[in-house]
């Protein structure tokens, strides 16, 4: 007898569960979350899922109760003895703290991944890790999903005739070689010094885009400034347009008007985190959901995903 497939979803990712779950073929399950006067959060599923594999779909972007409050509906689907828990998180807060760059800092995806297992999850879904590595954080199980799925059938479609891959960093250049050579293109990388995070000192470019289609890669957009200020230099050094796709749209500060002001053309993301309302034109979204429930499908059913990865 097949096992049963219930997803619940967290209310800040909800717009993308309720896609998810119709390209997967099933409503969403009944989730009440209960907030207390001071902020503090109790979930309770409204249907029985004893014996069942639970998909938990939400991201754990900012702000923390986001995180918090899938760890404690995993622990209510835990209690009332699921079978399987598979949280489903399209963007993975706290990626960035992946290792300890200077002294007495915490590695703060190394502790989320503990959260997550402690909390009951028996295997963990997401997209794009900043650190591939973080994968190596978790005891239980990771289906590490690649937005290039999604992102290079965009860029086929788009028909650009001179085409060039670029890294706003070093730290994307592996992101950015493995496009290249799908795409059948050259690469330039970008070397960017900080001071401190979320503000760019320097850049220097790194290769010759004179009279190319520049599109730029990287993994999240938060303040912008890295992607604009490669873009400004791309074009002050002869590109012929500069496009940038990314697959988390951060977003934080005046980053919206950052790329209303630059040269890129249009920046491309997807909706692993709720997209503002009052967003530039600029900005072009592709929905991952169709990704996702095929993967949960696959899951659900022991079947390889092998096949959903592109890059």
Do not use: W
Not at 85 to 99: K, S
């Amino acid at each position: 007898m097949q096992q049963e497939a219930i997803l619940f979803s967290t209310r800040q990712s909800r717009v993308l569960a309720e896609k998810i779950a119709e390209h997967y073929g099933k409503p969403l399950g009944n989730c009440k979350m209960t907030e207390f006067s001071d902020g503090e959060l109790q979930p309770s599923f409204e249907q029985s899922v004893r014996g069942a594999r639970v998909f938990l779909i939400g991201s754990t972007h900012q702000p923390a109760s986001n995180l918090m409050e899938i760890l404690l509906m995993c622990d209510a689907a835990k209690r009332a003895s699921a079978d399987k828990i598979t949280v489903v998180i399209p963007y993975f807060g706290y990626a960035r703290q992946d290792r300890k760059d200077s002294p007495r800092v915490p590695i703060g995806a190394k502790l989320v991944a503990n959260l997550l297992t402690a909390a009951g999850a028996t295997r963990v879904m997401t997209m794009d890790l900043h650190a591939d590595q973080i994968q190596g954080f978790f005891e239980i199980p990771v289906d590490h999903i690649f937005a290039s799925n999604i992102l290079v059938d965009y860029v086929q479609k788009a028909n650009l005739k001179n085409i060039m891959i670029a890294s706003p960093d070093m730290g994307g250049a592996k992101r950015a070689n493995a496009y290249a050579r799908h795409l059948g293109t050259d690469i330039v990388i970008c070397y960017k010094e900080r001071k401190k995070a979320n503000k760019v000192q320097n850049m220097t470019l790194i290769g010759d885009v004179q009279g190319r289609d520049v599109i730029l890669l990287d993994d999240m957009v938060d303040t912008a400034g890295t992607i604009t200020k490669a873009a400004d230099l791309m074009m002050e050094k002869g590109a012929s347009s500069v496009r940038a796709m990314a697959t988390h749209a951060l977003l934080s500060g005046n980053a919206l008007e950052k790329i209303k002001n630059s040269a890129l053309e249009e920046l491309i993301v997807t909706d692993t985190i709720p997209i503002p309302e009052d967003m530039t034109d600029k900005i072009k979204v592709v929905s991952c959901a169709p990704l996702f429930a095929e993967v949960m499908h696959l899951v659900h059913n022991k079947e390889s995903i092998s096949k959903t990865f592109i890059i």
